[in-house]
């Protein structure tokens, strides 16, 4: 499957994206893809009215500040491992959530924001 190499980290790992994936890989070549969903992007009527707005909009809160304690791991880490040890921490947070689709969809969404603003394309 191929990506859009998004970010490169002077350490060696990438952050790329795929239809409905963001893709960590690190310098070893080895990747974790992260489900991202369609939630934030579109919002399906029958998924709001299955699982309710309220609680979809907690699951994504939820996903979001996962993305951000991953986030301050990643960035405080000093080795490829101890990178790749957060993600996989993050990836396990986002399964045990109750509603795991809303929440990896804030999940994306808290990443997608912070990428465009560090590549400078946010509007």
Sequence with gaps: MGSAK????PDGFDIGFAPGLVI????DGESIPIPIG???FLKPAD???AVGDDVVEVAEQ???CIA???LK???AAKTPGERMAAMQTAVLELQRQPHPKPSAGGF???LVDVLERGLGVSK
Aim: proline residues 0%; charged residues 25%.
């Design 108 to 110: 994306g969404m808290a």
């Design 47 to 49: 998924q709001r009215s």
């Design 6 to 9: 998004t970010y490169r980290h």
């Design 38 to 40: 369609m939630l934030r």
């Design 73 to 75: 791991e990643m960035l």
């Design 68 to 70: 951000m304690d991953y």
């Design 24 to 27: 960590a890989t690190n310098d």
């Design 62 to 64: 939820a996903g979001a």
